[in-house]
Nanobody, 124 residues
Framework: VQLQASGGGLVQPGGSLRLSCRAS????????MGWFRQAPGKEREFVAG????????NYANSVKGRFTISRDNAKNTVYLQMNSLKTEDSAVYYC??????????????????WGQGTQVTVSS
């Protein structure tokens, strides 16, 4: 079982990045998928969640209107499009998969598999 996150990097404030997370070793079609992030010295926090079909989505207030979560089940991949990035968005971003297909919430205990993380740095 593996979740491989990619797409992180260095971007200026106001810029955009798209993160990808590809699942392998299990059928992610019926898993809920989510993104979390952790900045240095801070606890891991929820960013966005997506139900198995992609129709139900949930976002942290801090990213609403700027980030969009989506998925392509044919590619076993979930995405996080991040626009209007701010310096406070800098963190290691993790993708996660949960067995409850309709869960889009923020509790990390409801996610069963985790990726290794990809660094996002927003700086001028």
């Amino acid at each position: 079982v593996q979740l491989q996150a990619s797409g992180g990097g260095l971007v200026q404030p106001g810029g955009s990045l798209r993160l990808s997370c590809r699942a392998s070793g299990f059928n992610s079609d019926y898993f809920a998928m989510g993104w979390f992030r952790q900045a240095p010295g801070k606890e891991r926090e929820f960013v966005a969640g997506n139900s198995w079909s992609g129709t139900m989505k949930n976002y942290a207030n801090s990213v609403k209107g700027r980030f969009t979560i989506s998925r392509d089940n044919a590619k076993n991949t979930v995405y996080l499009q991040m626009n209007s990035l701010k310096t406070e968005d800098s963190a290691v971003y993790y993708c996660a998969a949960g067995r409850h297909p309709y869960y889009t919430g923020s509790s990390d205990t409801n996610y069963d598999y985790w990726g290794q993380g990809t660094q996002v740095t927003v700086s001028s």
